[in-house]
Nanobody, 122 residues
């Protein structure tokens, strides 16, 4: 049974940083690509970043390029999202998801975590 469990969300001031973690189980970690998506109140879910076990260059949404960094630790079956220079518009529930190959489309991801809330506010 595939499980994705996010952690690391919270309240942070504008300009601050957070690191989200996604612990994966129930599948061979190195054979699934993993992505982060987010959904703000009243808005559709949107792509944030994705990483491939193949070593291909990670994907990032334009809105987070240069501020967010996705990485993985295969030994810990965990993927991370380091978020720097956070802004109020980054406020959302952040979801980890797994797919056979990474894309920016959420329809390609068959497994999802429960999400973790990130709030950027002074």
């Amino acid at each position: 049974q595939v499980q994705l469990v996010e952690s690391g969300g919270g309240l942070v001031q504008p300009g601050g940083s957070l690191r989200l973690s996604c612990a994966a189980s129930g599948f061979t970690f190195g054979r699934r690509d993993l992505g982060w998506f987010r959904q703000a109140p009243g808005k559709e879910r949107e792509f944030v970043a994705a990483i491939s076990w193949s070593g291909a260059r990670p994907l990032y949404a334009d809105s987070v390029k240069g501020r967010f960094t996705i990485s993985s630790d295969n030994a810990k079956n965990t993927v991370y999202l380091q978020m720097d220079r956070l802004q109020p518009e980054d406020t959302a529930v952040y979801y980890c998801a797994a797919a056979s190959w990474m894309t920016m489309s959420d329809r390609n991801y068959g497994y999802w975590g429960q999400g973790t809330q990130v709030t950027v506010s002074s």
